[in-house]
């Protein structure tokens, strides 16, 4: 009987070293500090299931230190935290895990910021508007367009403080680093669907008309969309704040334009003092 139980004790421990070792086995993500750099400059990539190439989506261009010196395409929402602004040159610190079992249908690495060490414009937020261009109307559209491709969240409202809130009344980021998204509602259904979705129909740019200006300002509306201060000037911020009174509005034109700054889509995008 002692011979059973000292038996069984052994094979006991036996199996519980087995499974701590085949625990201790298993993969492990990788955590590591990195320094990146990103360009001012983007580019277009598509989705792994795309295999027709036919809904191009823009993207980052990004260089790891130490690892290559080639830039390599990464999706605007690639890195944690990170909110990109087309035109900057970037030095970031990130944390970077490599997934023991990454996805098949994504990346084997993600991305965290962890600061910015340097910020740099390199190509201004505007972009000087063709003599010919002295009202809405002379802006020349692409072919089939005006469309109804894509949608912004208005109004936005402004308080006396300067903070910003969207249409649902939660707080968004502040003024210099609040952007307005373009969500493309196109029906998947329509018959030029493939075609609106090739990169002659993304907005790359837009026009926009202030009701507080006679001037039109062509800027860069990229990266998701156009950052507000490219939209509504400090100065119009300024009198937002100070001058407006509660409820009372201010309704921008904006002309979403292709690359070669062709009209693509005419939206309206309105700030209420709250």
Not at 174 to 196: E, G, H, M
Not at 260 to 273: F, H, I, S, V, Y
Request: charged letters at 30%.
């Amino acid at each position: 009987m002692k011979l059973f139980f000292s038996t069984l004790f052994v094979v006991i421990i036996s199996a519980i070293g087995m499974v701590s070792c085949n625990d201790d086995d298993e993969p492990k993500d990788k955590v590591i500090e990195v320094t990146m750099s990103v360009s001012e400059n983007t580019d277009i990539m598509y989705s792994l299931f795309d295999d027709n190439k036919e809904n191009p989506v823009e993207c980052m261009l990004v260089m790891e230190d130490g690892v290559d010196q080639t830039w390599r395409k990464m999706s605007f929402s690639g890195i944690e935290w990170f909110t990109y602004e087309k035109g900057h040159r970037y030095k970031l610190r990130a944390k970077k895990t490599i997934l023991a079992n990454p996805p098949a249908d994504g990346s084997a690495w993600k991305y965290e910021l962890v600061e910015v060490l340097e910020d740099k414009e390199i190509i201004g937020p505007e972009l000087p508007v063709e003599d010919a261009i002295k009202s809405e109307a002379d802006i020349v559209y692409e072919e089939l367009c005006p469309i109804e491709k894509y949608s912004v969240s208005s109004p936005i409202f402004v308080d006396g403080n300067g903070k910003i809130y969207s249409s649902e009344g939660n707080e968004r980021p502040s003024y210099k680093n609040c952007r307005i998204y373009l969500n493309n509602t196109l029906d998947p259904t329509a018959p030029d669907w493939v075609k609106l979705n090739s990169t002659t129909y993304m907005a790359r740019y837009a026009y926009v008309i202030s009701p507080l200006s006679d001037k039109i300002r062509l800027v860069v509306a990229s990266g998701g969309g156009p950052m507000l201060k490219y939209i509504v000037t400090e100065d119009d911020f300024r009198y937002m704040t100070t001058t407006l009174k509660e409820k009372e509005q201010i309704t921008y034109v904006l002309i979403l334009a292709n690359a070669n700054k062709k009209g693509l889509q005419r939206l309206e995008l309105t700030l209420e003092r709250k």
